[in-house]
Nanobody
C-alpha cells in the first residue's frame, strides 16, 4: 500500500503563490508517477499535473501551464506543486494520486481578496 499526505494549502490573494507538498510512504517501489488533481465546489475532479518518478517528465493541464510547476525530491519521497500567479478559479481541494488509485486526503487552496 501507499500512503499520501498533502500539505501546504491555505488562503492567498489573487496573483499570489503557494507550494503544495505530497509526501509518500509505504510501497514506494510501486510508484512510477504522481499526479495532482483538484476539485472545486460543485465541479468534477480535474487533472492538474503529473511527474514521472524516474526521469522527471512532467505534464500539465492547459489551465495551469506556465503558472504551476511540479517537481519531486526522490530522497524525501515528496512531490511538490509550486503554484504562481494564482487566480480565484484555482480555488479547490488539491489531491495527489499514485498508481493503483491511492489518494491523499486533500489540502484546501482558496484564492480570494
Amino acid at each position: 500500500q501507499v500512503q499520501l499526505v498533502e500539505s501546504g494549502g491555505g488562503l492567498v490573494q489573487p496573483g499570489g503563490s503557494l507550494r503544495l507538498s505530497c509526501a509518500a510512504s509505504g510501497s514506494i517501489f510501486s510508484i512510477n508517477y504522481i499526479k495532482w488533481y483538484r476539485q472545486a465546489p460543485g465541479k468534477e475532479r480535474e487533472f492538474v499535473a503529473l511527474i514521472k518518478w524516474s526521469g522527471g517528465d512532467t505534464y500539465y493541464a492547459d489551465s495551469v501551464k506556465g503558472r504551476f510547476t511540479i517537481s519531486r525530491d526522490n530522497a524525501k519521497n515528496t512531490v511538490y506543486l509550486q503554484m504562481n500567479s494564482l487566480k480565484p478559479e484555482d480555488t479547490a481541494v488539491y489531491y495527489c494520486q499514485s498508481p493503483n488509485n491511492y489518494w491523499g486526503q486533500g489540502t484546501q487552496v482558496t484564492v480570494s481578496s
